[in-house]
């Protein structure tokens, strides 16, 4: 993994367009030709990871690691940025999106949370009011901060459920999952790596502790 990181980019990884592969290469391209060093998961991680575990452990290493910004390309199917998010989050860095025109239109709760947090670091931020699922994200990233074990009830394909685990694991929280049998039958039908396999293993390691 590379040191002295300057942006963490969240992007898709699986099922990624070639346009859009192409377009975010030459982001990382052009940053890196200034001398400046950027993590980009799809090349930066070994993707070879029966669980995910190792994956997520160095995605925490990097974001942890970031001295400027996070950059994001914005897409509402990516599921790992979902989890990445909540880690910036968790860390207080400051959120770029580079395709911000993705949510112009602000269709649900999640981008309307990117839209709110991407403008915190802006000198006029102060103008806008924080709307109601900001307010509820600070209140969820306090109490992971003082708690010394959360809770944790898995819902899939929920960006909340993702969002929350991403601060949990980045701020190294141990964890109860309240619903293991039903995500451990998740995590055999998917076969692959998967964000249920290192919940399933994570609690098996917090409850032999």
């Known amino acids: 993994m590379k040191k ?9 990884v699986r099922n990624i367009a070639n346009e859009v592969k192409k377009r975010i290469d030459g982001i990382v391209e052009t940053i890196e030709a200034k001398g400046e060093q950027v993590h980009y998961p799809p090349r930066d991680v070994n993707q070879d990871d029966p669980v995910g575990l190792r994956i ?73 009011a924080p709307s109601a699922i900001y307010l509820e994200m600070e209140k969820k990233r306090e109490y992971i901060k003082n708690a010394k074990a959360v809770p944790y009830r898995w819902v899939k394909n929920d960006w909340e459920a993702l969002f929350e685990f991403g601060m949990i694991f980045v701020a190294g929280k141990q964890f109860t999952l309240l619903n293991k049998k039903e995500v451990k039958a998740e995590a055999d039908e998917i076969g692959r790596k998967c964000y249920q396999k290192v919940l399933v293993l994570l609690d098996d390691m917090y409850r032999k502790e």
């Not at 002295?4 to 898709?12: A, V």
Request: with cysteine; net charge negative; charged share 25%.
């Open 4 to 12: 002295n990181l300057d942006y963490y980019l969240i992007c898709p």
């Open 56 to 128: 997520c452990s160095e995605h925490s290493i990097a974001m942890k690691n970031i001295r400027k910004k996070v950059i994001m390309w914005y897409d509402p199917a990516s599921h790992g940025s979902m989890f990445d998010v909540g880690m910036l989050f968790m860390e207080e860095k400051p959120l770029e999106i580079l395709n911000p025109e993705s949510i112009e239109n602000i269709t649900n709760d999640y981008e309307q949370f990117l839209t709110d947090y991407s403008i915190r670091g802006l000198h006029d931020h102060d103008k806008l």
